[in-house]
C-alpha cells in the first residue's frame, strides 16, 4: 500500500486539491471565486507533462493515459462527495425500507459523476500526446462539454456545474444570456488553464500571453457584466399584476397523513386570503402544498376553487395528481392552477424528474426496478410542457429540479412566457445545504432568458429573482413567509432563449479547429 502511495502520491494531491477547491465554489461557502483556480492543479499536472521537464527516463510513465484517467476521476470523486455527502441524510431514508442504502447511494452516486471529469483528463491528455502542449487549448471545451452530457437523458444531473459556483454574483454571470451556462463553464475552465499556464509554462512568452488574456478575459466579463446590468434595468418591461409567493413552511412529518388534510386545507385558505389582502393577482404555493389528487379528491378541490373565488386571486399551487392504467394507479407531481372566477384552468405534469428520488431511471422498459424502494416516489413523467396565463403574465413553471436545466426554461421563453415559476419541496433536504444549492440552480435560468424566477418553497429558499440575476427578496430556511413579487422582464428575447446553445458550440468548434491549425503549422515546420 505504502509503494502504490509513493507511486501514485503526485496523482493523489493534484485530484485531492482541486476536488475541495471545487466543492468550496459551492453553498454554503463564500468562496466562489476558487472557480477561477480550483483546476489550476489539475492544469499544472498535465503541463508538466507535456512541457518537457520531466526526466527522459520517466516521461513513458508519467503520459500514461491512464494516469490523466485516474487524476480526473479522483478530482471528480472528491468534489461529488463533499458536495452531495448530506444526500445520505434525507428525510426520506426513514421511510425507506432499506435506509442503510443511503450512505452507499451517495458514493455510488459519486463514483458515477467522476467519470465525466475523468474523461475531460483522459482526453486532453491524448491530445496532448498527439498533438503536443498547445493541445490544451481544448480543455475548456472538453470540461464543458462533459458537463453538458452530464445533464442528458434519464440519468441527467446537472447539479454542480461549475458555472453555477458565480450564481450569488450577478455581475459574473451575464453572459450566459448569450453563451449559456456551458459557455460560462467554457470561460471559468479558460480562466483556470490562464493561470496554470502563467504560473507553470517554461516559456515567458507564453506566460505573458496567458496574463494578458487573462485580465482581458475577467476584467472585460466583469466591466460588460456591470453595463449589462444597467442596461436590462433600463429598457425593461414592467409586468401587470402582482404574485405573492407563499412558504408555508409545513411539518413534512404531518404532510401525508390523511387526518391532516383538513388543517391544511385549512392553512392554505389562511394563507390565500392573507395573500389577497396584499393585493394579489396570483398566489403561487409550492410543490405538493395539497397533498392530494384533485381529480379525485373533490371535496378538496371545490375549497380551492372557492377559495380562489371568495378572494377573487388566480391560485397556484404543486399537488400530487392520479391516473389508471392498465388497471394500475400511477401518479404525477403536478402543479394546477385555479383562477380568480373558480375555474381549473389547466394542470401540468413534471416531466424531468429526479433520478432514483422521483423515479427509478429506465423502470419503464425493466418493470422490476420499480419494486426497488429506498423512499423514493414512483412518478410517472408528464408529456407535455403547460404555459399558463394569469394577470401577472403568462408564466411556466419548473417543479423542484427541473430548474436545473436551461433548455426547459427556454421552451417556456421561446413560446411566449414572461414569467418563470419554480415550485419546489425541499423540506426533504432538512437543514442541510442541500436547499442552498439548490435555490442557486435556479439563478441562471432568469438571467439566460431575461425574464424574472419567482420561486416558492415550501421550507425555503423562496425568493424573487430579476432578470439579471439578483435576488429582490426572499425567505430564509425554516420560516413561515410571504413574498410580494412585482418585477419586469426585458422587451427583448436574449440572444440565447432565441439561438440556444449555438454561441456555445462555436466557442467548442474555435477551439477546437485551432489546436488542428496550429498541429498543421507545426507539421509543416
Known amino acids: 500500500m505504502k509503494h502504490w502511495y509513493e507511486e501514485y502520491r503526485e496523482e493523489i494531491l493534484t485530484a485531492g486539491l482541486s476536488g475541495l477547491m471545487l466543492a468550496l465554489c459551492f453553498p454554503p461557502y463564500p468562496t466562489r471565486f476558487f472557480c477561477c483556480f480550483a483546476l489550476v492543479p489539475v492544469f499544472r499536472y498535465l503541463i508538466v507533462r507535456f512541457d518537457g521537464r520531466q526526466a527522459r527516463d520517466s516521461v513513458g510513465r508519467t503520459t500514461s493515459l491512464k494516469r490523466f484517467f485516474f487524476v480526473g476521476y479522483l478530482t471528480g470523486f472528491v468534489f461529488s462527495l463533499l458536495l452531495l455527502y448530506w444526500v445520505a441524510n434525507l428525510i426520506p431514508a426513514s421511510s425507506a425500507s432499506m435506509p442503510w442504502i443511503m450512505g452507499p447511494a451517495v458514493v455510488v452516486l459519486s463514483l458515477y459523476l467522476a467519470l465525466y471529469p475523468a474523461l475531460f483528463s483522459f482526453v486532453t491528455a491524448a491530445l496532448a500526446k498527439r498533438w503536443g502542449i498547445t493541445a490544451l487549448i481544448t480543455a475548456p471545451a472538453f470540461w464543458s462539454l462533459t458537463e453538458f452530457m452530464r445533464g442528458r437523458g434519464e440519468l441527467g444531473f446537472p447539479w454542480g456545474l461549475i458555472s453555477g459556483s458565480l450564481a450569488a454574483h450577478p455581475v459574473a454571470i451575464q453572459g450566459v444570456s448569450i453563451y449559456g451556462p456551458f459557455g460560462l463553464s467554457f470561460v471559468i475552465v479558460a480562466v483556470n488553464l490562464l493561470i496554470a499556464g502563467l504560473l507553470f509554462m517554461r516559456s515567458k512568452r507564453i506566460r505573458a500571453f496567458s496574463l494578458t488574456l487573462m485580465l482581458i478575459v475577467v476584467v472585460g466579463h466583469l466591466v460588460w457584466g456591470a453595463a449589462e446590468i444597467k442596461r436590462v434595468e433600463s429598457n425593461g418591461r414592467a409586468l401587470g399584476g402582482t404574485a405573492v409567493i407563499i412558504q408555508p413552511n409545513l411539518d413534512l412529518a404531518i404532510k401525508w397523513k390523511p387526518e391532516y388534510r383538513d388543517s391544511i386545507f385549512t392553512e392554505i385558505e389562511r394563507l390565500a386570503h392573507d395573500a389577497a389582502d396584499m393585493d394579489a393577482t396570483l398566489v403561487i404555493f409550492p410543490e405538493t402544498a395539497a397533498p392530494i389528487s384533485f381529480k ?147 439563478i441562471l435560468r432568469a438571467v439566460e432568458n431575461r425574464v424574472p424566477l419567482y420561486r416558492a418553497a415550501n421550507t425555503g429558499i423562496s425568493m424573487v429573482v430579476d432578470p439579471t440575476g439578483r435576488i429582490s427578496a426572499k425567505v430564509g430556511l425554516d420560516k413561515q413567509g410571504m413574498i410580494l413579487a412585482r418585477s419586469y422582464r426585458s422587451e427583448k428575447l436574449s440572444f440565447f432563449c432565441r439561438h440556444g446553445h449555438m454561441t456555445y458550440f462555436v466557442m467548442v468548434a474555435v477551439s477546437l479547429a485551432a489546436v488542428l491549425l496550429l498541429g498543421a503549422f507545426r507539421r509543416l515546420e
Open 296 to 442: 379525485f379528491a373533490t371535496l378538496y378541490r371545490e375549497r380551492m376553487r372557492l377559495a380562489a373565488l371568495r378572494d377573487g386571486v388566480d391560485i397556484l399551487t404543486g399537488h400530487v395528481d392520479h391516473i389508471e392504467l392498465d388497471g394500475e394507479w400511477h401518479a404525477y407531481n403536478s402543479a394546477s392552477l385555479f383562477e380568480s372566477d373558480g375555474d381549473l384552468q389547466a394542470t401540468y405534469n413534471k416531466m424531468n424528474l429526479l433520478p432514483f428520488g422521483e423515479r427509478i431511471p429506465l423502470s419503464q422498459f425493466f418493470p422490476v426496478l420499480s419494486k426497488i424502494d429506498f423512499g423514493q416516489a414512483n412518478f410517472l413523467p408528464g408529456k407535455d410542457p403547460v404555459r399558463f396565463e394569469t394577470g401577472v403574465g403568462k408564466f411556466g413553471v419548473l417543479i423542484c429540479f427541473e430548474s436545473a436545466f436551461s433548455y426547459f426554461a427556454r421552451d417556456y421563453v421561446l413560446n411566449g412566457a414572461d414569467v418563470l415559476v419554480n415550485i419546489t419541496n425541499d423540506g426533504w433536504f432538512g437543514s442541510t445545504r442541500g436547499p442552498k444549492q439548490h435555490a442557486e440552480l435556479a
